[in-house]
């Protein structure tokens, strides 16, 4: 695959914060997500999107769409409903238990300290034509700082903090493959992989220009 060829590939990305609201305001609970664009010297486009937790709550895309219908809020009190939920989260346990594994992670201070992964598996096949399963990630090279107990009141301290960052010196991560072994979930994002796997560290991403960045109002 030319993505993992030696020498330098443009990339496109994109810092957001996780649950498809654009203006939503930065907050110490936030998914941070980290979207690339790939563009290839042969024309290809390789995208992928990632976020700073260690699983996603649902397993499959129909968990996910009855997440969605049951999360919708309710006209008169602005909120879902909690039994619904309730009720959702009884019937999916496996949601539950995501859920507290991601709760049990601490948020990083910034975008810019956030290790991204790509909570789903890909099959990489080889000059043989043996497939491997594999999941990536972006590993921070800046120290991970957790969130402070107490943030900024501003709505957009997430990001000035990263065009701030990006200013001082270039912001780099490591792009990480880890390696499925047999046994190894591929196709429930619910369920995490050994913290022992093995994992090839296949390039570096670095931002380089001060990101342009869409304000909360």
Same mark, same amino acid.
């Given at each position: 695959?030319?993505?993992?060829?030696p020498?330098?590939?443009?990339?496109?990305?994109?810092?957001?914060?996780?649950?498809?609201l654009?203006?939503?305001a930065?907050?110490?609970a936030?998914?941070?997500?980290?979207?690339?664009?790939?563009?290839?010297?042969?024309?290809?486009?390789?995208?992928?999107?990632?976020?700073?937790i260690?699983?996603?709550?649902?397993?499959?895309?129909?968990?996910?769409y009855?997440?969605?219908?049951?999360?919708?809020?309710d006209?008169?009190?602005?909120? #879902?409903d909690p039994?619904? *939920?309730? !009720?959702?989260?009884?019937?999916? /346990? +496996?949601? $539950?238990?995501?859920?507290?594994?991601?709760?049990?992670?601490?948020?990083?201070?910034?975008?810019?300290?956030?290790?991204?992964?790509?909570?789903?598996?890909?099959?990489?096949v080889?000059?043989?034509?043996?497939?491997? #399963?594999?999941?990536?990630? *972006?590993? !921070?090279v800046?120290?991970?700082? /957790? +969130?402070? $107990?107490?943030?900024?009141?501003?709505?957009?301290?997430?990001?000035?903090?990263?065009a701030?960052?990006?200013?001082?010196?270039?912001?780099?991560?490591h792009?990480?493959?880890?390696?499925?072994?047999p046994?190894?979930?591929?196709?429930?994002?619910?369920?995490?992989?050994p913290?022992?796997?093995?994992?090839?560290? $296949?390039?570096?991403?670095?931002?380089?220009?001060?990101?342009?960045?869409?304000?909360?109002?």
């Amino acid at each position: 695959a030319p993505v993992f060829a030696p020498g330098r590939t443009p990339v496109i990305g994109r810092f957001a914060l996780a649950g498809g609201l654009p203006m939503m305001a930065d907050g110490p609970a936030a998914v941070r997500s980290l979207a690339l664009e790939f563009r290839l010297a042969d024309g290809q486009q390789w995208r992928t999107g990632m976020n700073d937790i260690p699983v996603f709550p649902m397993k499959d895309p129909q968990a996910f769409y009855e997440q969605l219908a049951t999360g919708r809020r309710d006209p008169k009190t602005g909120k #879902p409903d909690p039994a619904a *939920m309730q !009720a959702f989260l009884s019937n999916h /346990p +496996e949601t $539950a238990k995501a859920l507290g594994l991601i709760k049990a992670q601490p948020f990083p201070s910034g975008f810019a300290n956030a290790t991204y992964n790509s909570l789903n598996a890909f099959l990489l096949v080889d000059s043989a034509g043996a497939k491997h #399963p594999v999941r990536w990630s *972006m590993v !921070a090279v800046d120290a991970f700082v /957790p +969130e402070p $107990a107490e943030t900024p009141s501003d709505k957009n301290y997430l990001f000035d903090a990263l065009a701030a960052r990006a200013e001082q010196a270039p912001v780099q991560w490591h792009f990480m493959l880890t390696l499925g072994q047999p046994g190894d979930p591929t196709k429930d994002a619910t369920l995490s992989w050994p913290a022992n796997s093995e994992k090839i560290d $296949a390039g570096t991403l670095t931002v380089r220009a001060r990101p342009i960045t869409v304000t909360a109002d």
